[in-house]
C-alpha cells in the first residue's frame, strides 16, 4: 500500500471519488480533511497510483496509543475491484487485526468480505 501526502495527489484523488459519490462519501470526508491540514493525524493509502482498486483511511499508526479503543481506531474504505479489498483485508500490515477497529464504507459486498475475513483468521466480528 502506499500512503499519499502530496497535496497534488490527494486533489487528483478526491476529484476522483466526487465521481463515485455517494458509495465513496466516508473516504472522501477524510481525503478532504488531510488535504486541508490533517488536524486528525489520518493517513490515506491506495494500494496502486494513479489508477487505484483500494483506498483506505486510518488514524497515523503513531498516534493509535489505544488498541483497544475501536471508535478511535476507524477505518474507511473505497474500492473499485472487490478482489483487491478483499487481499488488502489479509495484510496484517494494513490492518491490524490484533486492536479493535471498524469499518465505515457504503459498497455491497464490503461486510460480506470482512465477515469471510475474520472467520479465516478466527476472529469474533462484532
Not at 486541508?36 to 493509502?45: C, D, T
Not at 497515523?60 to 481506531?73: A, L, S, V
Not at 474507511?76 to 487481499?87: I, L, P, Q, S
Not at 487485526?97 to 471498524?102: K, L
Request: glycine share 8%.
Amino acid at each position: 500500500m502506499l500512503i499519499l501526502r502530496c497535496p497534488g495527489q490527494l486533489q487528483h484523488l478526491e476529484e476522483t471519488l466526487r465521481r463515485s459519490l455517494p458509495a465513496a462519501l466516508p473516504v472522501l470526508g477524510t481525503v478532504m480533511t488531510v488535504a486541508r491540514g490533517n488536524p486528525a493525524s489520518h493517513e490515506i493509502l491506495v494500494d496502486s497510483w494513479p489508477h487505484f482498486g483500494v483506498v483506505l483511511t486510518r488514524l497515523c499508526p503513531e498516534e493509535n496509543k489505544d488498541h483497544g479503543d475501536f471508535y478511535t481506531n476507524q477505518l474507511t474504505v473505497f474500492y473499485r475491484d472487490e478482489g483487491a479489498w478483499r487481499a488488502l483485508l489479509g495484510n496484517t500490515e494494513v490492518m491490524s487485526w490484533t486492536q479493535a477497529f471498524q469499518i465505515h464504507g457504503m459498497q455491497d459486498g464490503m461486510y460480506e468480505a470482512v465477515r469471510e475475513a475474520a472467520d479465516a483468521k478466527r476472529l469474533r466480528l462484532d
